[in-house]
């Protein structure tokens, strides 16, 4: 696969890890009454989708940035790829 | 033996004969000959064993698609099996052996097989030997093993080189034959970056076996003159000799050169290169197989594809037979007769299945002799010339799970549109366009599509004249009424009974056909066999073609060796090899290396005189404790951290505080995982108010980082902080003993002053050494001495080492390695990598009241989980063997299981295990470190360690994981 | 139809025109007993363990695709029972004692080969994790024997001792490990259900699930609705996807597992050897092929193909470990999409809706375990209460902090 790496350009996913389902930036609060529950939830459950999926990859062998990727898990055709940082951001998360 | 079979005409250089043997006979060909049709040329037809029947088989096609003609090519280490004879291309003084066949190919015993043929229909095998049930192994399965297996491997180390390149293009056109030289040429001349690819050992394709004109010149002069408008140009590079064999994501397509297979001198090029070629687009013009018919006895030597048997003539002069029958369904079956006459054969008959409804069987064992038709009527014959129509090279269409289209016109599956991803073309033969003409055409419509999707102007280009006569066909798949069985998969011994009484058993899916009568699963990959078979099983079912399905094709096209997926990384080349910059100068020290990971570390540094490593490990252990030692820690994980909230970040990565932590200050940490088990342990050292250095295990030491970058950068992002891996940038060393504070002073520049009272336990700072050199200095110990890390930039790390060891030797300063180092952290009950395993949580290693109540961090919501609070958990703690008299039979074994006295070995008895064990000089006694159930409340209790691979069983005490010093004392000096 | 060799030789004579389809080919009914989802291996011999044990009972086997054709058709083929954790080896020795009774049991030769697995260590650390583990598997009765170099040198001489990057120190070997022609087990299990009155109904795919006030009474399929008291799901691999339309989201991940086989060889090598330096695992097969994997591609997919760095990855270690394979020819490579769940461990329990089972996560292993996971699906299905072998494939591990983690990687499916 290659990864068009929105700084870097195209690259071959080698340079990279996965890690999984890009909910992983939606770290719950811990504060929560039902942060158990939510903790489990965001650890452990995933949708799994067949089709369009958000995940997120670390380019290890690169620059190290962690991409947000729009990847096809039928067809592995790349939608979009964005920095997870301006992801993260965009979507509520601060510090 | 002289070339019998050797004619005029051909492509071959008659002014170089070539000498070769098969099994052990001297032959003849020339320059130019491949294997088999050198054989031909020689008049030989038996080749081969078929795998199940051990039938007597010949060269049965001209190409890749070979199912019958697999031979052992080469001598010793090189001896290569299920070598295509077809394409092997001959050299002087080849070796080339038979196989499948004992003690001869003439002569098989195996061949009994074949009189046993009636029970050994499709899938016998599942519905026998199966009594007694300790037969299978030890009677009936060897034997199906022994008579199975195609070649056999030399068994020694593949003596040659291998390669791996990466290539970049605009359009790679797999194929050379006209379609591929027309997509190449006009590609090429609008500038595109074009790589052609072809399997073959000359340019051209099927042009080369067919006598045909393009402008009024022979074709073969036609492919010459494109292939050298083609090599002049700079922006195309023709790659021979070279398959694709795969498609895979985003335009990577996987192919594979041959460079020396075909040199009688084998240099020091590696014998193949494989490459990954990145094309923005690809146009496939791969051609036809041309597929046999199923007719009684169509595997005897001399059954041949019709197209091999023109390619034998034309390309290289050699005749497959001197009596030829023609059998064809289809318009080549007159092309092939006329080409066998012209060449001086004569034809004995031609049989055209649209025509003729005579039955015939084929005669002959070893070898074709004649056809006797149902009525009678004989015809005499030595080679048998079929075509059964023609199917399109699609298999790389069908790489990224594409499913092909049936056409009913030319009775062949093409490329279906869906199959096609966006940016793969294909033209020719290859999408069911079998005249020259259409080939050319398409060819060049292909190229000016290219042009065109990646912006350029294709320039007009004018279209060579060409033969266009229509192909015309009638399916007919198999010939009925006839005695004998009719091959579908010859090389599997797979026949058309076999697939109807699958289908009998309900095995009526090609997917299920194909596996249990293994049609198509041979080293040819279906190429000889799928259609014809699925023709067969749909006629068998009254279906259609498209009702009953295809299989589609996996990877690679044709097989390739795993010798050139390894490439370069074999033997010690396996992996990188990371060292430290004191390598050499532990090397010179005579240190034995250990491998932790990538590192190469010294795992201890034997000296004259000492016989075994426990010798060497206990003296550099007492020699430590009793004055000091030196190792080498550069090989630990070291992460920058700077930032304004690079203190508040770390309060989230571990467990503990570290905001607070003050400068100049070390601190050891704990990290969990989100899921609240133990990810790595370290220290973190203060340098300023916004910069501190953590250390992390030398295994963890990318999985920590990584992890770091994903908390700063997709759960924190707003926290400045920056974060930096300086693993290479430091050379590291502790310096552990008594005197070890007395050794430093010599070296660190007066103006830093690391007394007690000025460098304290856990201190850190920056200083010099050695008259000026940058270091960082680290009050840190893990063998629980006095102890200090000193980092270096890498580059002084050797020299520093030196200087370390020369003003070490009024104390008799040694050097120790990993061993050393494992046994006095043990001593001292730290965890380490048997201990952090990933399955253990803080409060497990003892470290539970380290967890922060008042902060978050990394994992702390999940480590209140029920499960890894249980009271009954396994917890870390010492071992010490009861009896001490001798230290053989009290010798403890990591991995033991602990139970309990008078308790029987079982899993339910079994109350945790050994992690981690060694001699300890210090305390002249095995010692351990363990999880035990409840192991915190049990301490002077007795338990069995217990070792039933080893066939160990020690009493041991439990204690306190902390054997020397248990309080730290001797950290403060 | 009994096999035998007896009745081989009788068929031929009659020309073969006696042998009978072994299995039905029936239409479903409007109702059934038990629903087992998915006709793959776990399946089928869900379906055929309940229809041996619970006689009377109606079940049917609905199979979206043709019976045994997803990753029971497309494994390396490898049985062993060679775990670790308490929750893992009790019942995968389990699933091993059937594997040894299997084929009289079924009239099928699934030609189970007791070839042995040897694992090979390569550090210190490694050596004592093999220990353990060696010493686990014996304590719950399996089998396991730690070789030295010496031994191995003996066993393997082809393998390299003398240059390698990673010196091989020894192995930990299971000798009543080895293999299973895999598709002949679904098969065996097929035709063992068909005779017991299973009714197994290919091309039958299962569109939606009939859920009402918390019970689960039938399943929409593409033949029509299908109703049933007891719906088991066995479908590893698509288990999200099919999971999904009982509104459940489960701790799994799709992954892809690519597998290899050469050409044709005479035998070379005498079991299952993995390696512990690098992503390699091997066997040869009864047809001389040398079947061969590593690791998962290690992002989620459904598409049953993987890519290249994979492929050079398990071939370089294979090269590494046995340099004298270098010469055989890789014929094939395949895909199949694999349930990873979180720890690494398989599922086997009832779910929150009342008459809806499940049965997943098997992560790359789920071939060597067929057998017993049919027999504790069958006897959940049955009783409501966990098999004694399986006890600790619950949901709720997750929740709880049960984790069956055998390699300590944590949630991360790609790890596993």
Redesign the interface.
Same mark, same amino acid.
């Given at each position: 696969m290659i990864i068009v790496h929105p700084l870097l350009g195209p690259r071959d996913a080698q340079e990279f890890t996965y890690l999984g389902d890009a909910s992983l930036i939606h770290r719950p609060d811990p504060k929560a009454d039902d942060a158990a529950e939510n903790f489990y939830e965001y650890l452990y459950q995933r949708d799994n989708l067949a089709g369009e999926h958000r995940e997120l990859w670390f380019h290890e062998q690169g620059d190290r940035s962690w991409l947000v990727i729009k990847r096809n898990t039928l067809t592995h055709d790349i939608l979009s790829v964005e920095l997870a940082s301006d992801v993260a951001r965009r979507e509520g998360r601060s510090k | 033996m002289t070339q019998t079979h050797r004619v005029g005409g051909g492509h071959i250089d008659r002014s170089q004969p070539v000498e070769f043997t098969f099994d052990g006979k001297k032959y003849q060909g020339f320059s130019g000959d491949t294997v088999a049709s050198a054989l031909i040329a020689n008049g030989v037809k038996l080749v081969g064993r078929s795998?199940k029947y051990h039938r007597p088989r010949g060269i049965f096609s001209a190409g890749s698609d070979e199912p019958n003609a697999l031979m052992t090519i080469g001598e010793g280490a090189?001896?290569?099996?299920?070598t295509r004879a077809t394409i092997a291309e001959l050299y002087e003084g080849m070796t080339v052996q038979s196989q499948n066949r004992f003690p001869s190919l003439n002569f098989d015993v195996m061949a009994v097989n074949d009189l046993l043929a009636?029970?050994l229909?499709a899938g016998?095998?599942?519905?026998?030997?199966?009594?007694p049930?300790s037969f299978?192994?030890k009677l009936y399965?060897p034997i199906?093993?022994?008579a199975?297996?195609?070649?056999?491997?030399?068994?020694?180390?593949?003596p040659?080189q291998?390669d791996?390149g990466f290539l970049h293009c605009d359009v790679l056109v797999i194929g050379a034959g006209s379609a591929g030289l027309m997509t190449a040429l006009v590609a090429g001349r609008a500038g595109l970056r074009v790589i052609l690819a072809d399997e073959d050992f000359q340019m051209g394709g099927r042009l080369l076996s067919e006598l045909e004109q393009i402008n009024g010149d022979t074709a073969l002069a036609w492919t010459m003159q494109i292939t050298a408008e083609l090599s002049s140009m700079p922006n195309v590079r023709l790659m021979g000799r070279t398959t694709v064999y795969?498609v895979?994501?985003?335009?990577?397509y996987?192919a594979v050169t041959r460079n020396t297979d075909h040199l009688a001198v084998k240099t020091k090029k590696p014998r193949e290169t494989?490459w /990954?070629i990145?094309a923005k687009r690809s146009v496939l013009a791969s051609g036809a197989t041309e597929r046999s018919i199923a007719l009684s006895n169509n595997d005897r030597p001399g059954v041949m594809l019709a197209s091999a048997v023109r390619t034998y003539a034309n390309r290289f002069g050699a005749l497959c037979g001197k009596r030829v029958v023609v059998v064809s369904n289809n318009s080549d079956g007159l092309r092939t007769a006329n080409i066998l006459k012209a060449s001086g054969a004569e034809v004995s008959a031609v049989i055209d299945t649209r025509l003729s409804e005579n039955s015939f069987d084929i005669r002959g064992r070893k070898a074709v002799r004649a056809i006797r038709f149902s009525d009678g009527r004989k015809v005499d014959a030595d080679c048998i010339a079929i075509s059964g129509g023609w199917n399109p090279n699609i298999q790389l269409t069908c790489?990224?799970?594409g499913r092909p289209l049936w056409r009913d016109d030319i009775a062949a599956f093409v490329p279906s549109k869906d199959a096609l991803t966006a940016d793969m073309d294909v033209a020719g033969a290859a999408n069911g366009s079998f005249s020259t003409h259409q080939c050319l055409q398409e060819g060049a419509q292909a190229g000016a599509r290219a042009v065109q999707a990646l912006g350029k102007n294709a320039a007009a280009i004018d279209l060579p004249q060409a033969d266009d006569a229509p192909f015309e066909i009638t399916p007919f798949w198999e010939m009925k009424g006839c005695k004998g069985s009719a091959w579908v998969d010859p090389q599997n011994d797979v026949t058309a009974?076999d697939i109807k009484?699958a289908a009998?058993?309900?095995f009526k899916?090609v997917?299920?056909l194909k596996?249990?009568t =293994?049609l198509g699963?041979a =080293?040819d990959?279906g190429k000889a066999s799928n259609v014809l078979g699925l023709a067969i099983l749909a006629d068998h079912l009254s279906q259609t073609i498209p009702e009953t399905g295809t299989t589609i094709s /996996?990877?690679?096209y044709t097989?390739?060796?795993?010798?050139a997926?390894?490439?370069a #990384?074999?033997?010690?080349?396996?992996?990188p090899?990371r060292k430290t910059p004191s390598h050499n100068w532990a090397q010179g020290q005579g240190a034995v290396f250990?491998?932790?990971g990538l590192w190469q570390r010294a795992q201890y540094f034997p000296r004259p005189g000492e016989t075994h490593w426990r010798q060497t490990v206990d003296r550099e252990v007492v020699a430590t404790r009793s004055s000091v030692g030196i190792c080498d820690v550069t090989t630990l994980g070291k992460i920058d951290i700077q930032g304004p909230?690079a203190g508040a970040f770390l309060n989230r990565i571990y467990v503990n505080a570290f905001a607070k932590l003050v400068v100049g200050k070390c601190r050891y940490g704990l990290m969990l995982?989100?899921?609240?088990?133990a990810?790595d342990d370290g220290t973190v050292a203060r340098f300023s108010d916004t910069h501190f250095v953590m250390t992390t295990t030398t295994a963890n030491a990318?999985s920590v980082? /990584?992890h770091l970058?994903?908390c700063r950068?997709?759960?924190?992002?707003?926290?400045?902080v920056k974060l930096i891996s300086v693993t290479d940038q430091w050379a590291q060393y502790a310096i552990a003993g008594p005197n070890a504070r007395k050794l430093l002073q010599k070296i660190v520049d007066k103006e830093h002053d690391v007394s007690n009272e000025a460098f304290s336990y856990m201190a850190c700072g920056e200083i010099t050494v050695c008259g000026g050199i940058r270091a960082r200095l680290f009050r840190l110990s893990f063998s629980g001495e006095l102890a200090y890390e000193l980092g270096v930039p890498a580059r002084y790390g050797d020299s520093l080492i030196k200087a370390l060891m020369s003003v070490g030797e009024e104390f008799n300063a040694v050097p120790y390695g990993t061993e050393a180092l494992g046994v006095m952290r043990i001593e001292k009950g730290h965890a380490a990598?048997?201990e952090l395993?990933?399955?253990t949580t803080a409060k497990h290693l003892g470290m539970g009241r380290m967890l922060a109540k008042k902060k978050?961090f990394i994992g702390?919501?999940?480590s209140?989980?029920?499960?890894?609070?249980a009271e009954d958990g396994l917890y870390l703690v010492g071992f010490k063997p009861v009896s001490r008299a001798d230290t053989q039979t009290d010798a403890l074994?990591?991995?033991?299981?602990l139970i309990g006295q008078g308790k029987s070995?079982?899993?339910e008895?079994?109350e945790g295990?050994l #992690?981690?064990v060694a001699y300890s000089p210090s305390l002249k006694s095995y010692i351990g470190l363990g999880f035990l159930k409840r192991g915190q409340e049990r301490i002077g209790q007795e338990i069995r360690a217990?070792?039933?691979?080893?066939g160990t069983d020690v009493l041991v005490t439990v204690c306190s994981a902390h054997f020397i010093d248990p309080k730290g004392e001797r950290l403060r000096v | 139809m009994r096999h035998s060799a007896f009745q081989i030789f009788k068929q031929a004579l009659r020309g073969h025109a006696g042998w009978k389809p072994i299995w039905r080919s029936p239409d479903p009914k409007p109702h059934y007993d038990y629903i087992i989802v998915g006709g793959g291996g776990h399946g089928l011999a869900t379906a055929y363990y309940l229809a041996k044990k619970y006689q009377g009972v109606n079940i049917a086997v609905l199979e979206k695709n043709w019976l045994g054709c997803g990753n029971v058709a497309r494994n390396t083929t490898i049985i062993r029972s060679n775990y670790l954790l308490d929750g893992n080896e009790p019942f995968y020795e389990h699933s091993m004692k059937l594997w040894e009774g299997l084929e009289q049991e079924l009239n099928y030769n699934a030609m189970i080969s007791q070839r042995g697995i040897i694992n090979l260590f390569h550090t210190d650390p490694q050596r004592d994790a093999s220990v353990r583990r060696g010493n686990a598997m014996c304590l719950n009765g399996a089998d396991a024997v730690l070789l030295s170099q010496e031994e191995l040198r003996k066993k393997c001489p082809f393998l390299n001792f003398d240059n390698a990057r990673f010196p091989i120190l020894g192995g930990l070997w299971q000798p009543r490990a080895g293999t299973a022609r895999h598709d002949a087990v679904a098969w065996g299990y097929a035709r063992g259900a068909d005779q017991h009155g299973v009714d197994i109904i290919q091309n039958c795919e299962v569109t939606g699930f009939l859920i009402s006030g918390g019970i689960c009474t039938g399943v929409e399929t593409t033949r029509g609705q299908i109703r049933a008291k007891k719906i088991g799901v066995a479908v590893a691999g698509s288990s999200s996807r099919v999971m999904a339309k009982a509104g459940m989201r489960l701790p799994i991940e799709s992954h892809v597992l690519q597998a290899f086989v050469s050409e044709g060889l005479k035998p070379i090598i005498p079991g299952v050897i993995t390696f512990g330096a690098g992503h390699f695992y091997v066997s040869q097969s009864n047809k001389g092929g040398l079947v061969f994997g590593g690791d998962i591609d290690g992002y989620n997919t459904y598409a049953q193909r993987g890519n290249l760095p994979v492929v050079e990855d398990v071939c370089e270690g294979g090269v590494a470990l046995m340099p004298m394979i270098g010469r055989a020819r890789l014929l094939r490579m395949w895909g199949g999409c694999v349930d990873m769940s979180m720890d690494g461990s398989p599922i086997i329990d009832k779910t929150h809706i009342e008459g809806l089972y499940f049965n997943g996560g098997w992560c790359y292993g789920g071939f060597k375990a067929t057998p017993a996971s049919g027999v504790a699906f069958a006897h959940l299905l049955a009783t409501n209460t966990p098999h004694g072998t399986a006890k600790a494939y619950r949901f709720d591990r997750f929740s709880r902090g049960f984790l069956i983690d055998e390699k300590g990687v944590g949630a991360q499916p790609n790890l596993h």
């Open positions: - | 795998f090189r001896a290569t099996p299920n009636p029970f229909s016998f095998y599942y519905k026998t030997f199966m009594w049930a299978w192994e399965e199906i093993r022994r199975a297996g195609l070649g056999a491997l030399s068994g020694e180390p593949d040659d291998y791996k795969g895979f994501d985003h335009g990577i996987g494989l /990954r990145y790489h990224k799970r009974k009484l009998q058993e309900g899916s997917e299920l596996r249990y =293994t699963m =080293t990959q /996996r990877p690679p097989p390739v060796s795993i010798s997926f390894a490439g #990384s074999r033997f010690e080349h396996f992996r090899v250990v491998s932790a909230d995982r989100e899921d609240g088990f990810m990318v980082y /990584r970058e994903f950068q997709c759960l924190w992002p707003n926290m400045d990598g048997n395993n990933g399955q978050d702390k919501t999940l209140e989980r029920e499960g890894l609070n074994a990591s991995g033991a299981h070995d079982t899993a008895n079994s295990y #992690s981690s217990v070792d039933l691979l080893r | -």
